[in-house]
């Protein structure tokens, strides 16, 4: 299924005269998002850093197969340490380049600086164009609405919010990096620092992602409700909605109501 919740039992539900769910009226007041996958579809974008990396490679042979090698190694320890939970005492942004630099003979400010150029820096300016259609809209309603708007990733915000142009949306911006969180999701972590920085309870609060194993975990860990958009992104999920709306209305699921207005 695309849509997933925790074992909250259901919210109360309350519909408009079209049959829509009033989000209001559910008690959702924050909806927390993933941003790589979920703001915009990876696929556009990785075949784009790819046919970049290969324009890259006809100049510098050498230093881009080094740097494919490095962004390679970093992806799969940031798999291992997801598995490992909380990192504790140690600092979950610094592993995260010591333990890949470790595996390849190179220091960690070498493995910073390619994780930063081809994974931070050089995708920004492809986001406006890959961005989700209809997320501004989405996110206008919401704010009309008065329902604040969040982002938890695994890697930073800011710079990717401002480059989808969505930016002026979102009141939190946070990644599992962070040093109050120090977690990769799915830990409930991240998802229980943003209740505590909006002031909501679980229950108010929405998290929408594109993976069930990563996000949807997570979020039930936590006690909060969650929505897993389908390769067809938000028209896919909306598509869903509608056509499971008794379904959807008796789980008492609140992915309904945010993308049903």
Known sequence: SDVCSSDLGPPDVTTTDTGRVDPLASGVRGVLF???????????????????LALEAAR???RTRRAARILSVFRRVREELRGE???????????????????????????????????MRRPLKHLGRVRRHGLRELLQVLTERGIRIGALSDYPTDAKLDALGVAEFFSLGLSTTDPAINAFKPHPKGFRHACLQ????????????????VDGNGAAAAGIRCAII???????????????TSELQSRGLI????FCL
């Open 255 to 258: 992915s309904y109501a945010v």
């Open 230 to 244: 389908g390769r067809g992104g938000l028209a896919d999920l909306q598509h869903r909605s509608e056509e499971h």
């Open 85 to 119: 939970g909380d990192a504790q005492n140690k600092s979950l942004d610094a592993l995260q380049y010591e333990r890949p630099a470790d595996v390849l003979g190179e220091s960690s400010a070498e493995i910073a600086s390619v994780v930063d150029e081809w994974m």
């Open 34 to 52: 993933d941003v790589d996958g979920t703001l915009y579809p990876q696929g556009p974008l990785r075949l784009l850093m790819a046919a970049e």
């Open 60 to 62: 510098a042979p050498w």
């Open 198 to 213: 909006w002031g909501l309870s679980p229950q108010e609060v929405l998290y929408v992602g594109d993976r069930q194993e």
